[in-house]
């Protein structure tokens, strides 16, 4: 079992240091900030004329595969996932310092689908995003998937960094472990777990500096139960 594999089974999550450059993100993120203002429609979040997040990035940046295909993304992606992984969603937030903000404990519980409208024994309490239709998933779907969160700036104690209870995937309070605050650099990679227990602070009074974050969601494969359908399924491999 690789490590990745191992800190995922156990802990939940694994923090991949140095996959891009600062360089890298910078540019990356001059050229996401332009696309999403040019992107019409309720997918772009704005405050105060600024662009802060998206619920539906792949529409302004179906790109974003290519980024996912960046090689040791993809072998660890095709390690966990296997060779059908393919990207379903994609999001983007940014926590400005004069716009905090914070969120409770969590798991990430919702996919994006095409009809949510669709009976199923397998999915509920369906809603709407962004124009998106989406539905709660099944803890037997959502535990075979894996999310990447892509660090353009560092995360840091001042800018409202991320928290998380490893072992909580489990869904066993046994299991569980204190939670850890977690910091990373411009181009660190975190993998986590959809059921991972997370939250997220407020940034610091004083800071100067955002937290962007370009967050990819995986699935293991294009089929789902009952006729249901991923809004988005880019698959990662050629075949």
């Not at 140095?18 to 772009?44: C, K, W, Y």
């Not at 983007?92 to 969120?103: A, I, M, N, V």
């Not at 399924?233 to 075949?239: A, F, G, T």
Request: cysteine-free; aromatic content about 6%.
């Amino acid at each position: 079992m690789s490590g990745l594999n191992k800190s995922l089974e156990e802990a939940g999550y694994a923090m991949l240091p140095g996959v891009f450059s600062p360089g890298q993100m910078q540019t990356l993120g001059t050229r996401l900030i332009a696309e999403l203002e040019a992107h019409p429609g309720p997918t772009v979040l704005k405050s105060r004329g600024r662009v802060y997040g998206s619920r539906n990035l792949l529409a302004a940046a179906p790109w974003l595969v290519d980024v996912a295909r960046t090689p040791l993304l993809l072998e660890n992606l095709q390690s966990v996932l296997g060779d059908e992984v393919g990207l379903v969603r994609g999001l983007f937030f940014d926590k400005p310092p004069d716009r905090t903000w914070s969120l409770p404990w969590h798991r990430d519980r919702t996919i994006a689908v095409q009809d949510n409208t669709i009976p199923s024994r397998h999915f509920d309490n369906p809603t709407r995003k962004a124009g998106i239709a989406h539905l709660e998933a099944s803890e037997t779907l959502l535990a075979s998937m894996l999310t990447l969160r892509i660090h353009l700036d560092a995360m840091t104690f001042e800018n409202g960094p991320l928290s998380v209870i490893p072992g909580s995937h489990l869904l066993d309070v046994a299991k569980e472990h204190p939670a850890v605050v977690l910091s990373a650099q411009p181009g660190d990679v975190l993998a986590m777990r959809p059921l991972l227990s997370h939250a997220s602070s407020m940034s610091k009074e004083g800071t100067t500096a955002h937290r962007r974050i370009v967050h990819l969601e995986f699935a293991a494969a294009r089929s789902l139960p009952d006729g249901v359908q991923w809004h988005d399924y880019l698959s990662l491999v050629d075949r």
